[in-house]
């Protein structure tokens, strides 16, 4: 610098060489299958079976279409690197406050416990503590969670400080303390003793914040020792409340804002927003937007961190990482925010469940990055508040950290509350813009989603950053009911985005890059793809019981593009699971879930976003389960499939599943019994395998259904029903053809 080099606070690169040659090569290979395929449907329309063969031919149609969307995700990756270091030579002195908000929803169904590790893990950032400010947003205004909160600030003033001396990673307790049972203890003799006092602390405030869990109600004695649980005597139920807004830790306070050490620690706010039962309270983005009011009036840091309750910090350096991106002198200035992957330290070995989401992760998000910014997943994001709160980006737009300034200078902290309150009021937002054109939008199940992709329509960029270490860990799904229910969700968000005002073909054209606008859209129809997926599940199959051959005899040529397109994209998808980890049976899984949500979860959001378009179905938001009974918990380990409940998705699946059986029986019945069987399973070859490979990936339902004997196994009233509608189709289905 010195000499007058400039030197980015970033390095990006891109994917060269023979193998990038190859990849691309290979995709316009599959593309030309593709294209052969449909020439095949179009010029070879049988007389038997020609509504099945157009039926088809649509649904080869769509899948072609959709898999060129997802290839714009693959043809153009970026990785990022930082450079920490250089950060810290240009910026210690003038490093910008960070607001850290952390939402939760539901102390049922997201433990308090794993609330409190999150908020500890960020507090222990390696980043200077004045400049770090921690807002828990509680939607269900739960005393038993300020309890905890107030429980972990305490105990904070022991973990910060022993973090930083002992360099501790990661910064989570719960996580940190499970390392050890794997990791040799410290041979330092200082350290074995802190280490040994800070995990008593550590579990003297689990059991009690546990037992006050498990009864339900604040211990008295803490009750009377803090007047912050005064804000609940007028509390009626979780959507009818007054603003509870407390602030636990701030440096304005003299007597409790300093750990054992006497250093500052980062400010601590718990804030419960009005809630009446005749305002809609619009989820997630109106927490969001109710602490981008609050923070601004208490910290208001040009730099925001989202988090979800379980997603704890994995690494003490991600905000110095996201720093490198927002403060460098040349492209910072442009940046709305950076999207770090949305990890999980409790995925099984073979991810029964397919959480990882591994081509969305470590694939996909580097494709988007390559036209202008991935999409935003609504948690582990650093955002740029100016663009946040609807601030659209020019190119006069600067970087200016060096304006700061305290504003919890201009009143004590009482009358800081007091002011804040009015703020997080179930009126406020009135005749405003918020929700609209300013912080984050309503109106979406995936309001993430829809908020990213307004601030990339106003002009601002976003980065991926996929460090070595991962920067954040959650808690994924772990019963088959949870994922395919938070996929419906999702699936029904996406395509309300399509049919909304911020549809990234029509108006995303001319304002971001046509990659991205595909990028966009591969996840946009999401839904849309249960149709060629439940048609491919069906109708090649029943046509199996009259002998009716739905595509080319295997000696054809005309198979070979249809072998091609099915055994290349599944061998690259292996090879690329195996690449990032993966094992074989992960690849079969993923496979499996793959299935599983486009027949099931994409079905049900695409039939309720039909219904809701003609007014007749309102979406609700469900916060997906965080906790799990031991016995079904010792299936997960074990890699057992839950089912457990009777559920119209499990209906479908199981009805699916056994309709294929039966098919595939009774054409093997038909293939021994009758005398030119050889000839015919030439003729419907394909269909065979096809049956033959949706019976295989669908075992664990058969298990489900026959042969386990435990909890987690199908209901058996849900086995009569299943059972009856497949055989009672496929009789149907003899008589009327």
Not at 326 to 334: I, L, R, S, V
Not at 488 to 504: D, H, M, T, V
Not at 677 to 697: M, N, S, W
Request: positive net charge; hydrophobic residues 40%.
């Amino acid at each position: 610098m010195d000499s007058g080099e400039y030197y980015s606070l970033f390095e990006t690169t891109r994917p060269r060489g023979r193998g990038r040659l190859i990849l691309r090569l290979f995709t316009i290979s599959l593309f030309v299958a593709t294209c052969f395929i449909w020439a095949y449907r179009l010029s070879h329309i049988p007389k038997d079976g020609k509504w099945a063969w157009f039926g088809l031919f649509g649904a080869e149609l769509w899948f072609g279409l959709y898999w060129l969307f997802g290839q714009a995700l693959r043809w153009n990756p970026v990785y990022r690197k930082t450079f920490n270091n250089r950060l810290s030579q240009r910026y210690e002195s003038n490093l910008p406050g960070v607001d850290i908000f952390i939402f939760t929803a539901d102390p049922d169904i997201e433990p308090p416990m794993m609330v409190i590790n999150t908020v500890l893990s960020v507090m222990a950032y390696d980043y200077p503590a004045e400049k770090l400010n921690v807002y828990l947003s509680d939607d269900a205004g739960s005393d038993i969670t300020f309890y905890a909160l107030l429980e972990a600030s305490n105990f904070a003033k022991h973990w910060v400080p022993f973090c930083k001396r002992f360099k501790v990673e990661p910064r989570s307790p719960a996580s940190y303390f499970n390392s050890l049972l794997s990791a040799t203890y410290p041979y330092d003799h200082n350290h074995a003793n802190d280490l040994k006092a800070i995990k008593k602390l550590y579990e003297d405030m689990k059991r009690r914040i546990e037992d006050a869990t498990k009864l339900g109600s604040v211990p008295s004695e803490a009750r009377s020792m803090h007047n912050g649980f005064s804000q609940w005597d007028s509390y009626s139920s979780r959507r009818d409340h007054n603003t509870i807004l407390q602030i636990l830790l701030h440096k304005k306070d003299p007597h409790n804002s300093k750990d054992v050490d006497g250093f500052v620690l980062p400010t601590l706010v718990y804030l419960a927003r009005e809630k009446r039962p005749q305002y809609h309270h619009h989820f997630k983005a109106g927490a969001m937007n109710s602490l981008l009011r609050v923070s601004s009036k208490i910290s208001n840091a040009k730099i925001i961190l989202l988090l979800d309750c379980d997603m704890y910090s994995n690494s003490s350096q991600s905000v110095r990482d996201a720093l490198c991106f927002f403060m460098d002198e040349e492209k910072g200035h442009e940046i709305a925010f950076v999207q770090f992957p949305q990890s999980f330290d409790n995925v099984t070995k073979n991810d029964l469940y397919g959480s990882a989401v591994t081509g969305v992760m470590e694939v996909e998000l580097h494709g988007a990055d390559g036209y202008g910014g991935p999409l935003h997943i609504g948690t582990c994001s650093f955002h740029r508040r100016d663009a946040l709160c609807g601030k659209i980006f020019n190119g006069l737009y600067k970087n200016t950290w060096s304006d700061e300034k305290d504003h919890s200078m201009e009143a004590n902290l009482h009358k800081l509350e007091a002011k804040s309150k009015a703020l997080a009021r179930c009126t406020y937002e009135e005749n405003t813009l918020w929700g609209k054109e300013v912080g984050a939008k309503y109106g979406c199940l995936v309001e993430d989603v829809i908020t990213g992709l307004s601030m990339q329509l106003q002009g601002w960029k976003s980065v991926y950053y996929n460090p070595p270490k991962k920067a954040f860990y959650g808690f994924a799904t772990t019963n088959l009911l949870q994922t395919l229910v938070q996929q419906k969700r999702w699936a029904e968000g996406e395509l309300q985005i399509f049919l909304s005002k911020y549809n990234p073909l029509w108006y995303g054209h001319g304002k971001i890059s046509l990659g991205l606008q595909m990028g966009y859209c591969y996840y946009n129809l999401w839904a849309t793809t249960c149709l060629p997926k439940l048609y491919y599940s069906i109708i090649p199959s029943l046509y199996l019981l009259k002998g009716i051959p739905l595509f080319p005899k295997m000696s054809s040529p005309w198979f070979i593009p249809f072998a091609y397109a099915i055994l290349g994209e599944g061998t690259f998808s292996l090879i690329e699971c195996l690449f990032y980890g993966g094992t074989i049976q992960g690849w079969w899984n993923s496979l499996r879930m793959w299935l599983y949500r486009g027949t099931t979860s994409y079905l049900f959001a695409f039939i309720d976003m039909i219904l809701k378009f003609f007014g007749r179905s309102e979406s609700p938001f469900n916060v997906t389960s965080k906790t799990k009974e031991e016995e079904a918990s010792q299936r997960y380990d074990q890699e057992i499939m839950e089912f457990g409940v009777s559920s119209p998705f499990f209906t479908l699946l199981a009805t699916l599943a056994l309709l294929n059986l039966y098919c595939l029986l009774d054409f093997s019945k038909e293939l021994v019994l009758s005398k030119g069987g050889l000839r015919a399973c030439e003729k419907v070859g394909f269909q065979v395998l096809l049956c033959g490979f949706l019976v295989l990936i669908n075992s664990p339902i058969y298990q489900g259904l026959f042969l386990r004997t435990d909890k987690g196994k199908l209901p058996c009233s849900l086995a009569i029903k299943s059972t009856t509608l497949a055989i009672t189709s496929c009789i149907l289905f003899k008589i009327l053809n």
